[in-house]
């Protein structure tokens, strides 16, 4: 099975970026879809993008399209978060998950996903 590790979060200003890398080892990173996910103080884990491994289709919630993007590297066995324009509300533990199977109808549901990395703490300042 797979074990992942992310990384990269801090403290940024409104309006600023973060990348958010997530390190896969343990098995072929390329025989997993990937997604990340985040989890704010009192509130329940959300997604927030996600990508096939068969076509690399990405898929975005409607609070992160247009300002983050998901990629991965299969020789580097890592995916990645950009993040832009941050907000205070994008305030939240981030996620990164890993699935061998892959159906649209669950993309955005946490419980679909069996891999979990740790989480890497993203704060944004007003």
């Known amino acids: 099975d797979v074990q992942l590790q992310a990384s990269g979060g801090g403290l940024v200003q409104a309006g600023g970026s973060l990348r958010l890398s997530c390190v896969a080892s343990?098995?072929?990173?390329?025989?997993?879809?990937i997604g990340w996910f985040r989890q704010a103080p009192g509130k329940e884990r959300e997604a927030i993008s996600c990508?096939?491994?068969?076509?690399?289709?990405?898929y975005y919630t409607d609070s992160v399209k247009g300002r983050f993007t998901i990629s991965r590297d299969n020789d580097k066995n890592t995916a990645y978060l950009e993040m832009n324009s941050l907000k205070p509300e994008d305030t939240a533990v981030y996620y990164c998950a890993a699935r061998r199977l892959w159906t649209t109808a669950s993309m955005f549901t946490p419980a679909a996903y069996a891999y979990w990395g740790q989480g890497t703490q993203v704060t944004v300042s007003s």
């Open positions: 990508m096939s491994r068969t076509d690399g289709s990405t």
């Open positions: 343990g098995s072929p990173f390329e025989d997993y879809h």
